[in-house]
């Protein structure tokens, strides 16, 4: 069965500094895996999906997601938070055998304080 | 959230009713996707469909049931046997069901219980 944890329930980080929301994964196969983000009462909406080939994949409104095997990481980063950023963010992984379907993480909240 | 439409955005249930959700996309997907979210837990599926008049229960299927009539279409109803159905409902789709595909959600419907 294929996983992912979230750990941590809500990050709290200052405006234009760095900010890292973690995920980690489990899956028999190679993963395929993504990031999402999720305004209050809204939808979701996509950020960035790592495939295959280079490990830091780059995304919209300036997130990044970095793929490590070894630690079957996912984390989504960005070098300079802004207080639009605060908002709920969901990791979520597939295997790539193709015969699953998108498993979330629980989501975590990050909240840019000014 | 562009191209996937729900409605109503707000809808409340009484006891023993059936409602039905209503899901519209203009993306000329093949795939359409039902997920519930409750604080906490993340996105949970119930339903998917990957082609016209065929669909498949998700994880959570019981007390729900969809259609698929219509490529753009993906109706899902309520029933009076999901006995906590307060929750909010999202409706995702994807150019097709492989393992590589990004799910676009639409913005989402809360379901209340008077």
């Known amino acids: 069965a294929q996983s992912v944890a979230q750990p941590e329930d809500q990050v709290n980080v200052a405006e234009g500094n760095p900010l890292t929301v973690k995920c980690t994964y489990s899956?028999?196969?190679?993963?395929?895996l993504f990031w999402y983000v999720q305004y209050p009462n809204r939808g979701l909406q996509f950020l960035l999906k790592?495939?295959?080939?280079?490990?830091l994949v780059k995304g919209s409104y300036g997130f990044e997601a970095e793929f490590n095997k070894s630690q079957t990481s996912f984390h989504l980063k960005k070098p300079s938070a802004l207080v639009s950023d605060s908002a709920l963010y969901f990791c979520?992984?597939?295997?790539?055998?193709?015969?699953?379907?998108?498993?979330f993480g629980k989501g975590t909240m990050l909240l840019v304080s000014p | 959230d562009g191209g996937i439409t729900q409605s109503p955005k707000y809808l409340f249930r009484k006891e023993g009713q059936n409602v039905t959700l209503s899901c519209e996309q203009n993306?000329?997907?093949?795939?359409m996707y039902w997920y519930r979210q409750d604080p906490g837990q993340g996105l949970r599926l119930i339903y998917y469909s990957q082609i016209v008049n065929d669909f498949q229960k998700g994880d959570i299927a019981e007390g729900y049931s969809v259609s698929r009539e219509k490529k753009e279409s993906f109706p899902l109803t309520v029933t009076s046997a999901q006995k906590n159905p307060t929750a909010f409902y999202l409706c995702a789709s994807s150019m097709g069901e492989g393992p590589r595909e990004t799910q676009y959600f639409g913005p989402g419907t809360r379901l209340l219980v008077l």
């Open positions: 979520a992984v597939r295997d790539s055998s193709g015969y699953s379907t998108l498993t």
């Open positions: 899956v028999s196969g190679n993963p395929y």
């Open positions: 790592y495939i295959t080939g280079d490990n």
């Open positions: 993306l000329n997907h093949d795939a």
